[in-house]
């Protein structure tokens, strides 16, 4: 394929709402962005049910947070019960370092109508509905896309492609990726209620009974989830029927069920599966093209928004001509090794849940039991630590001697409440842009921008964080509590931040060529150079809100 021939710059096979979330990331940076999707109209189905702090970091950053959040059962926890319904643990997630909720019970379809509605106002955003890909070729140059809507055919030519079209993505089939893992025999129905008038603790519950493992998950608005497993020559057709649905919840867990009752009854089976490979030339996976995992640990859809978040910026920094192989490369590097692993515990904790044998069962509750005595397990298990959060050392990161309290490089930057110099009290994000970001923190008042052009080159916006108390001027912010202060030192300490918020970066003075040296093997600020002399990248066009 000829580069003459390239009419947009990224073209998304798939608007559930992972696609729709790394569409608008790249449109919001001007990048010309097109997806494609079957449907006319967003999923009203409620399928995934939980959400973590950082999806919500990515939804402020795309305008919906807030929005979302009033729709949502804000920081919940889980409880899990073993035979006679006798509680085992309870677990809530650790306070989140990142300025939202640790973990919340949402609804799906409100999601995706959120960000739909956005897709479709976007001006920069070609968003081609009711439209199916039909075959996809790429080269060294970029790749191209057939899509057939309403009997016509028209083929899209773009630099880079994102399947992100589900478990049963036409676009890695095309692309000859398959899939590595198994699937789980057990069956589960899933029945989505509304109208329940109970007050519920804001807690998902798993009751591992060993006779029939069920799970509820309350939300807003009298919404309710419960999920039951089938047993094998259950029929899953015949457990959906209204009879067989009010046989199940009625009066276990409502004195009546009317019809308007049920939003919705399914029966699905759960894969443990992971794509071979996320990145095939100029083509990528994201979410349930890329990993399919149990719901027990609740991961999938927050998986595939920290896929979007991840490959979103790297792919603007190939717009923008910066972007090294080895930065496109760490995409699967940083984001499959993470994927796997959540697809590993959600195994576990459903293999877990799922117990039915009598002797297991007995066994299971004895050990839960047992080592929930030693201080430090009990603390492990009642935090849900077992919920790893991403690391990215191995990735887009530089190593070095200097550290700062609760900052890893590697690792999601802390979002602090901050004080502008105008008053304002907002999170830290507001003040990072949507690119790299310099912090200073410690150290006297210097002027960033002596520093490295380096900085300059990839747009960082620079910024001084002061300890609390301390009068902000322009270019700084105060801490309400000490965060990202903490610790610091008495000579400056810089923290380089990742378009995805995550520390590129902790280093000296004296440290920073060597991590200008290593970070311009991903971003190169001259390459971008030559890019922005030559042709002025659609990258640097306005933003929208």
């Known amino acids: 394929m000829s580069s003459d021939l390239i009419e947009r710059d990224v073209v998304v096979v798939g608007a559930g709402p992972i696609g729709l979330v790394a569409a608008l990331l790249l449109a919001d940076a001007g990048v010309r962005t097109t997806i494609v999707e079957k ?7 409620p399928r995934a049910i939980s959400l973590q702090d950082e999806s919500f970091r990515t ?11 009033a729709e949502s059962l804000l920081d919940t926890g889980s409880r899990y019960f073993g035979l006679g319904e006798k509680l085992l643990l309870e677990a809530k997630p650790v306070a989140s370092r990142m ?51 309403a009997g016509e055919t028209r083929t899209i030519q773009a630099g880079w492609l994102i399947g992100a079209d589900g478990g049963r993505s036409f676009t890695r089939s095309a692309l000859g990726v398959d899939l590595v893992g198994t699937t ?44 039951f497993m089938l047993f094998d020559g259950e029929d899953a057709e015949a457990m959906t029927t209204p009879e067989r649905i009010r046989e199940l919840v009625v009066p276990r867990f409502r004195p009546e069920l ?19 490979t996320y990145r095939t030339g100029r083509a990528f996976l994201i979410g349930d093209a890329a990993h399919l995992m ?48 959540m697809v590993t515990v959600s195994h576990r904790i459903g293999a877990v849940v799922m117990a039915t044998n009598p002797v297991v069962t007995r066994v299971r509750d004895a050990v839960v039991r047992t080592v929930s005595m030693v201080p430090r397990v009990r603390e492990f298990l009642a935090n849900m630590r077992f919920i790893t959060p991403a690391d990215y050392a191995a990735g887009v990161a530089v190593a070095g001697e200097t550290a700062l309290e ?15 110099a105008d008053g304002s009290e907002a999170g830290l994000d507001v003040h990072l842009g949507r690119g790299w970001a310099l912090l200073q923190v410690g150290g006297a008042a210097n002027r960033l921008d002596a520093r490295d052009p380096y900085w300059h080159g ?64 991903f971003v190169d600020d001259r390459a971008r150079a030559i890019r922005r002399s030559v042709s002025p990248s659609p990258a640097t066009a306005p933003e929208h809100a």
């Open 258 to 276: 009317r019809p308007d009752d049920v939003r919705r009854a399914a029966v699905y089976v759960a894969h443990q599966r992971v794509a071979r």
């Open 99 to 149: 300025g939202h909720p640790a973990k919340t019970q949402f609804d799906q379809p409100i999601l995706e109508q959120l960000l739909w509605d956005r897709a479709v106002a976007h001006e920069g955003l070609e968003f081609v509905r009711g439209a199916e890909a039909t075959s996809i070729t790429h080269d060294t140059d970029g790749v191209a896309v057939t899509v057939s809507a």
């Open 294 to 341: 149990p719901p027990f640990a609740g991961q999938g859809l927050n998986a595939g928004v920290r896929d979007a978040t991840n490959l979103a910026w790297k792919l603007i920094e190939a717009v923008k001509g910066g972007a090294s192989e080895r930065l496109l490369d760490s995409y699967e590097l940083e984001r499959r090794t993470h994927g796997a692993k």
């Open 184 to 227: 789980q025999p057990q069956r589960w129905l899933v029945i989505d209620l509304l109208n329940e008038t109970r007050s519920l603790d804001p807690f998902a519950e798993f009751h591992c009974d060993g006779e029939r493992p069920y799970v509820l998950v309350p939300g807003v608005d009298g919404r309710l989830r419960i999920e």
């Open 458 to 521: 990839i747009d960082a916006v620079h910024l001084r964080v002061l300890p609390p108390g301390a009068p902000a001027q322009a270019g700084e912010v105060a801490e309400s509590t000490p965060v990202l202060t903490a610790s610091a030192p008495g000579e400056p300490v810089f923290i380089a931040v990742r378009p995805d918020r995550y520390v590129a970066a902790v280093f000296t003075a004296a440290d920073e060529h060597r991590v200008v040296d290593k970070l311009r093997t």
């Open 59 to 69: 939804f402020e950053q795309l305008g919906v947070a807030d929005a979302l959040k």
């Open 406 to 420: 609760g900052v890893a490089v590697g690792r999601a930057l802390s979002q602090p409440t901050v004080l502008a």
């Open 39 to 45: 449907a006319t109209a967003p999923g009203d189905l």
